[in-house]
């Protein structure tokens, strides 16, 4: 009985410091790891359309010192408000965003819709550019949010394949603090979810 009470508590202080080195883990190295933020060396950027005009003006920070020439916003149809508005899709909306931030003065601007899907939307959305995508262009930047831009760049970088460098560029969320995302239950549920996402991807999703 003692022996067994011996290797009970021994169980225990494992499991809990198992425990520890997870949350710390998860605290220190979970965001960074999901909010990939890996821009490389071009002057092409790829906006996914459905980020918030919150979020999407942070971008104005980075292009001041960046030279960037073309960009292009992907997206497939609005999920809410399409027969209100002039645009049915994230891609063209994102584009109409731009132009009214007087992005066309200074960028080539170009908007790619992806059609509509169950699942796998970034992928479709990736397939889209690809489909459209000039063969001399051997580079892009994909602008996504918070943690979601692993996710994204992964579906972008497999689609376009061995010939065509991924960059990512990972904006700023505005509902959550992300320093502290684990003292906020927006911040909580959406690095959980992004967490499980990314695992589910490896497993079963596209190679």
């Known amino acids: 009985m003692k022996r067994f009470m011996r290797n009970g508590c021994a169980t225990g202080l494992v499991l809990l410091a198992l425990l520890v080195v997870s949350v710390l883990t998860a605290r220190l190295g979970l965001y960074p790891f999901l909010a990939r933020q890996a821009p490389v060396a071009t002057d092409t950027l790829v906006i996914e359309g459905w980020l918030s005009d919150p979020v999407l ?38 584009r109409a965003r731009l132009i009214q931030l007087g992005y066309d003065q200074r960028y080539e601007l170009t908007a790619v819709p992806a059609p509509k899907v169950r699942r796998d939307r970034t992928r479709e959305s990736a397939r889209a550019l690809r489909a459209v995508w000039p063969l001399e262009r051997g580079a892009f930047n994909l602008v996504s949010e918070g ?21 990512s560029i990972a904006l700023v969320p505005e509902a959550y603090d992300a320093r502290d995302w684990w003292t906020c239950s927006e911040g909580l549920r959406t690095v959980l ?11 079963f999703g596209a190679p």
Do not use: M
């Not at 980075?62 to 149809?77: D, F, S, V």
């Not at 831009?149 to 065509?164: E, P």
């Open 57 to 94: 003006a942070q971008l104005d920070s980075w292009l001041a010192t960046n030279a960037i020439k073309r960009i292009y916003t992907t997206g497939g149809p609005l999920e809410t408000g399409s027969y209100l508005i002039a645009w049915t899709n994230y891609a063209d909306l994102t």
């Open 147 to 167: 943690p979601h831009t692993r996710r994204s760049w992964r579906a972008f970088q497999q689609v376009f394949g061995d010939g065509v460098e991924v960059g």
């Open 193 to 203: 979810t992004e967490t499980f996402g990314y695992i589910y991807d490896r497993l």
